[in-house]
């Protein structure tokens, strides 16, 4: 079945630095990638859309700038955490159309910890 | 945009009984409504799923059930299992057809 390979897993980071996370689609193209956060003991909130080869639609209240995504192909989307806080701190997960358009078919990455000390 | 509302919060149910979770959404155009498992620490896993033009699907243990013209739909589980033991969340596509919009979770406990 489709994959979606995320990475890192986990990661502990220093305040003011940046984390760049990675999902990768490792057996389907994935034109569009989908970036949530969860707290803990919340719900996956959706940070963006990532579409390949134009800029990421973000949801309201989401710091572009800070949240910076990037889609170059069909099967690679990456987010980078720049200047982390403390309160950034979360686990974050994205996800991809694992069928055509028509379809509905989603597939999540394993998600990554971020960890911001 | 979608708004997915989601009850009960917490659920817990002896062995053997039966759990249902409710959600509701706001935009009448969804037309794809998934249930995801989710354990402590790991990525949300597809248990089942319901498209707007039928209105019950059943699995096994599991069915769901939607009613279009009141935007709610429900998660049955029946013959509960200890290992049914996890947060529950609903879905729907939102408003531009394509990323999911979860509800808020439900936990389930089922003690033995």
């Known amino acids: 079945g489709a994959v979606v390979s995320q990475h890192p897993s986990w990661v502990i980071c220093k305040s003011g630095t940046s984390v760049k996370i990675e999902c990768r689609s490792l057996?389907?193209?994935?034109?569009?990638m989908f970036w949530y956060r969860q707290f803990p003991k919340q719900s996956l909130m959706l940070m963006a859309t990532s579409n390949e080869g134009s800029k990421a639609t973000y949801e309201q209240g989401v710091e572009k700038d800070k949240f910076l995504i990037n889609h170059a192909s069909l099967t690679l989307s990456t987010l980078t955490v720049t200047s982390a806080h403390p309160e950034d701190s979360s686990f974050y997960i994205c996800?991809?159309?694992?069928?055509?358009?028509?379809?509905?078919?989603?597939?999540f990455g394993s998600g990554t910890r971020l960890t911001v000390v | 945009g979608e708004n997915v509302e989601q009850h009960p919060s917490t659920l817990s149910v002896q062995e053997g009984d039966s759990a249902v979770i409710k959600c509701t959404y706001s935009?009448?155009?969804?037309?794809?409504f998934p249930w995801y498992k989710q354990e402590l620490g790991k990525r949300p896993q597809l248990i089942i799923d319901?498209?707007?033009?039928?209105g019950e699907k059943k699995d096994q243990r599991i069915a769901v059930t939607l009613n279009k013209t009141a935007k709610h739909f429900s998660l049955h589980i029946t013959e509960t299992q200890p290992e049914d033991s996890a947060v529950y969340f609903c879905?729907?596509?939102?408003?531009?057809?394509?990323?999911?919009?979860f509800g808020k979770g439900t936990t389930l406990s089922v003690s033995s």
């Open positions: 879905a729907a596509k939102n408003q531009a057809g394509t990323a999911l919009i």
């Open positions: 996800s991809a159309r694992d069928t055509p358009a028509s379809g509905n078919g989603y597939t």
């Open positions: 935009d009448s155009a969804s037309n794809y």
């Open positions: 057996d389907f193209q994935a034109t569009t």
């Open positions: 319901i498209r707007s033009n039928v």
